[in-house]
């Protein structure tokens, strides 16, 4: 069976990641089950960037092939912004999730609805002497004011999917595994991997 390092300390995300490797013959290990305790710098100007930073890193420190992904959420009425910033785009130190979003819907403030936006996804795949592949995934929505539901994290309470009528938060891990934009992209690095077992 091939094994393969998470590169990331967020438990929302390797909850994510787990679940949708479920039912492939591929056996998942986070950074702290080695004991491994890595803060990368996210320096790029891309999500492919900083998910190739992340992986490199955590596949050079553990010798093993690992798995990163930068995500973020682009707001067309912001000019894409958040994009590569979005994990750090409250002005507040120590900001929480519920920070951004809330610095996220002052900036929208005053502006016309709807206030339409995507999330992004890049996934790499790194092996330790540096060789990297990268996926995209993608999904379309729009941000609403109000936040609605207790699941997922990061901007899920704000984020509507049109078509169900429901955010990103208010959808089951099932439900989200299907269409979100990290799911889109752990989907397409599946076939990718399944290629390299032994």
Request: a negative charge; hydrophobic letters at 45%.
């Amino acid at each position: 069976m091939l094994s393969v390092l998470i590169a990331t300390n967020n438990r929302g995300k390797l909850r994510e990641i787990q679940a949708l490797f479920e039912n492939h013959p591929i056996h998942l290990i986070s950074p702290g089950a080695l004991g491994l305790n890595l803060d990368v710098a996210e320096t790029g100007a891309t999500y492919a960037a900083n998910a190739a930073l992340k992986a490199i890193a955590f596949a050079q420190a553990s010798g093993m092939l690992a798995l990163a992904d930068d995500s973020g959420l682009e707001v067309e009425a912001l000019n894409g912004a958040p994009g590569v910033y979005s994990a750090r785009y409250s002005p507040k130190p120590k900001a929480t999730d519920a920070d951004r979003r809330a610095h996220l819907l002052e900036q929208l403030a005053g502006r016309p609805h709807p206030w339409r936006a995507r999330f992004c996804c890049t996934v790499a795949l790194a092996a330790p002497e540096g060789t990297v592949q990268l996926v995209e995934g993608f999904c379309p929505g729009e941000i609403i004011p109000q936040e609605r539901g207790h699941d997922g994290f990061g901007y899920d309470p704000i984020f509507l999917l049109p078509e169900l009528g429901r955010t990103m938060a208010e959808l089951s891990m099932a439900e989200k595994n299907t269409l979100s934009h990290r799911a889109r992209a752990i989907l397409a690095a599946i076939p990718i991997l399944e290629k390299m077992m032994p």
